[in-house]
């Protein structure tokens, strides 16, 4: 019993930093508490994320803001 105790101890301590392994299943998702989450590309593949990884700064920095191009989208209103 008290081995059980401590196995089920451990898997709760380390679940927040588990590895997801369902491609596409954020339901393990904790706010503030969840290290990966799956997030899919401009096609819906899924793709593993660690939210602790710093981001590349030198990727960021040659992205150019002025090539960004905004759609907006209306409807016509039928009266």
Known sequence: M???VIL???ATLT??????????DNSHY????SRYI???DGEGVPHLVDLHQPADEAFLNSRNGNN???WL????SIS
């Open 68 to 70: 960004n191009q905004y």
């Open 15 to 24: 679940a927040g930093s588990a590895i997801p392994s369902i491609p596409g």
């Open 2 to 4: 008290r081995v059980f």
């Open 8 to 10: 089920v101890a451990c």
């Open 38 to 40: 799956w997030m899919p």
């Open 30 to 33: 904790v706010e503030g508490e």
């Open 73 to 76: 989208f209306t409807r016509c």
